[in-house]
């Protein structure tokens, strides 16, 4: 279930980009991406490209996702009587740490850039 948020976090992504031109719909795209696909900023994508890098953050993000939903099934199943919500909530909160993680590692390329 983790694996499919990522993915939808990916397809939003690539609807914006395509309905938003300009500025605006790439950094939003971009940001949605990123927040897909989290080792994007430790493998340096912003600043630099290519098909392995990508392919490579996209095979250690899933396993980063299928890690981060067990830990959530994990916590949630210890609870006698769970739903969707309940595993939803665990879920934004784990992921959470995750995303902010993620937009620490761009905002640290971004001063190593020296944009700021």
């Known amino acids: ?33 990123v927040m897909a696909l989290p080792v994007m900023p430790i493998l340096g994508m912003p600043a630099a490209g290519g098909a392995a890098r990508l392919l490579i953050a996209i095979a250690s993000s899933a396993v980063l996702w299928w890690i981060l939903g067990q830990v959530v099934a994990g916590r949630v199943t210890k609870r006698p009587v769970v739903g969707w919500r309940e595993w939803l909530r665990e879920f934004f909160v784990v992921g959470l740490g995750l995303w902010i993680g993620a937009a620490g590692g761009l905002l640290l390329g971004v001063l190593v850039l020296g944009a700021f």
């Open 1 to 33: 279930m983790a694996i499919g948020c990522a993915f939808g976090l990916w397809f939003l992504g690539v609807v914006l980009a395509w309905f938003l031109s300009g500025p605006t719909g790439g950094s939003l795209a971009f940001v949605l991406m």
